[in-house]
């Protein structure tokens, strides 16, 4: 069976059974990941009136506080892809809603399309090389060598404050497949460039900056035009940076976006949307015949980091089967607080996104998914 790529505001459906999926079992499935919801509250602020992003990392004041938007979260929703066709969907999946920390997973996708367009030379280039001069933010002896592959890995131990956030509020932050805070640990000296991963949400913010540099252009424009609407994507996402992430990109005004939802900001996007993105993923970024994004960066972007062996381009690696042990090794995930879960499975040409579920049952979920396939 071919894979079929969906035309806009459609989706092809296939009966379980013809996809060779019990549907029983698959069934079953879609019921634990219903019964098994966040317990995220739906405002997202906790009953003491701090904002759920900062909460689960123990954020200490002042940066204790959203900076961007922050909307109500949606219901526990998802659906399940077999070779691009829908066989499973549960909850409303066409309400655009916020993402958190999948949103990284898009960060790097883009900087492929960067290096495609010859608008990046290498990854292992310095990005102080890309800066315009009015951006100093890599000419300390600290950040200078750092290169675009440890910024998209997360070992780039870049210091310094963006945004008015120190990297240091995001030191030795604990990060595997679960929402976990960050270890009893004080600020640490820096390590050099490459030899450290740490789940580092001011980091990201930072490459995202980086791109802004490079495209000279809004990422979400950059991101609309050369991945979403190819791919058929609704009008209906959107992706926001701070109130102070604004700065002046040849002269226009820019918003520089977040890469998560931490400090609010961030993706907001439907699991439909997501599911488009995951079956160019799990394509190796053609859709319907057409390249957006090299297979050289793809298989790039799956390649495990010497600091992490679960951790690639911005998209988390199931190295050895250590992060779900219940998916094959070869997966790919983006992942967000909360949790979201979009799973590419390039193995059984199988793209799950499941939102909004307890973090400690994803593997069952997984797993319950796998025991359906035949």
């Known amino acids: 069976m071919t894979t079929r790529f969906p035309p806009p505001d459609d989706w092809p459906r296939l009966e379980p059974e013809d996809a060779g999926i019990s549907a029983p079992l698959l069934q079953e499935a879609v019921e634990f990941a219903k019964a098994n919801e966040s317990d995220w509250p739906h405002s997202l602020f ?33 659906l399940i892809l077999r070779r691009g066709q829908l066989v499973a969907e549960w909850g409303d999946t066409v309400r655009p809603d916020t993402t958190f920390s999948a949103a990284k997973s898009y960060l790097g996708l883009l900087a492929g399309i960067a290096l495609d367009e010859g608008l990046i030379d290498s990854v292992d280039d310095p990005v102080a090389r890309y800066m315009p001069p009015e951006d100093t933010g890599f000419s300390s002896d600290q950040n200078r060598p750092i290169t675009w592959r440890h910024l998209l890995q997360q070992t780039s131990e870049w210091r310094g404050t963006l945004w008015g956030i120190p990297d240091s509020v995001d030191h030795n932050r604990r990060f595997g497949s679960g929402d976990n805070p960050r270890l009893p640990a004080s600020i640490r000296d820096p390590e050099p460039p490459g030899t450290r991963w740490e789940y580092n949400d001011v980091r990201v ?24 609407d190819p ?29 998560g939802g931490h400090w609010g900001g961030g993706l907001f996007i439907s699991t439909r949307d997501h ?11 053609q859709w319907n015949g057409r390249k957006l994004i090299s297979k050289d960066w793809m298989e790039a972007l799956a390649q495990p980091a010497a600091a992490n062996p679960l951790y690639g381009f911005l998209w988390w690696l199931n ?6 042990p219940s998916a094959p090794a070869s997966s790919l995930f983006a992942i967000g607080g909360g949790h979201h879960l979009v799973w590419v499975d390039l193995e059984h040409e199988l793209v799950m996104v499941a939102r909004w579920v307890a973090q400690p049952k994803c593997d069952e979920l997984v797993a319950r998914v796998m025991q359906s396939l035949r």
């Open 46 to 78: 906790l009953s003491d009136g701090r904002y759920v992003g900062n909460a689960y990392v123990e954020d200490q004041p002042p940066h204790d506080k959203p900076l961007g938007v922050v909307r109500p979260r949606g219901s526990a929703n998802g």
């Open 205 to 228: 913010n930072r490459l995202s900056l980086s791109l802004l540099h490079v495209f000279r252009e809004p990422l979400p424009d950059v991101l609309r035009k050369r991945l979403m």
């Open 319 to 324: 190295t050895a089967r250590e992060l779900y």
């Open 231 to 259: 791919i058929g994507a609704s009008r209906g996402w959107e992706w926001h940076g701070y109130a102070n992430s604004v700065i002046a990109v040849q002269g226009r005004p820019m918003v520089s976006v977040s890469g």
């Open 275 to 285: 599911a488009r993105v995951g079956l160019l993923v799990q394509n190796q970024g």
